[in-house]
Nanobody, 122 residues
Framework: QVRLVESGGGLVQPGGSLRLSCVVF????????MGWYRQAPGKQRELVAV???????NYAESVKGRFTISRDNAKNTVYLEMNSLKPEDTAVYYCNTKGVVPFGGIFGVEYWGKGTLVTVSS
């Protein structure tokens, strides 16, 4: 059974940094894309950053130059390095994986983590 476990959220002052991690547990042979979404109170969930099976990445305009996504395929882990944080970055951050193929399987499945809260406030 596949599950995603996020960590690294918390309270940080404006201008500060945080590093989020998401580990994908389970017997997995392949993961296509891994990414982070966020949902602020009263707003829709939005894409923050995504990284493909290679090194291709895509970022929301609002985080370009401040956030960096990376992945460690050997550990089935995706990271989000967040710098120069702003109060508007406050949200629950969700890990997302697409095209997760279990060992012995054929088709890929999408999974979501339960989220980790990031609060940027002085």
């Amino acid at each position: 059974q596949v599950r995603l476990v996020e960590s690294g959220g918390g309270l940080v002052q404006p201008g500060g940094s945080l590093r989020l991690s998401c580990v994908v547990f389970g017997s997995i042979s392949k993961i296509d894309s891994m990414g982070w979404y966020r949902q602020a109170p009263g707003k829709q969930r939005e894409l923050v950053a995504v990284i493909g099976s290679g090194t291709n990445t895509n970022y929301a305009e609002s985080v370009k130059g401040r956030f960096t996504i990376s992945r460690d395929n050997a550990k089935n882990t995706v990271y989000l390095e967040m710098n120069s944080l702003k109060p508007e970055d406050t949200a629950v951050y969700y890990c997302n994986t697409k095209g997760v193929v279990p060992f012995g399987g054929i088709f890929g499945v999408e999974y979501w983590g339960k989220g980790t809260l990031v609060t940027v406030s002085s």
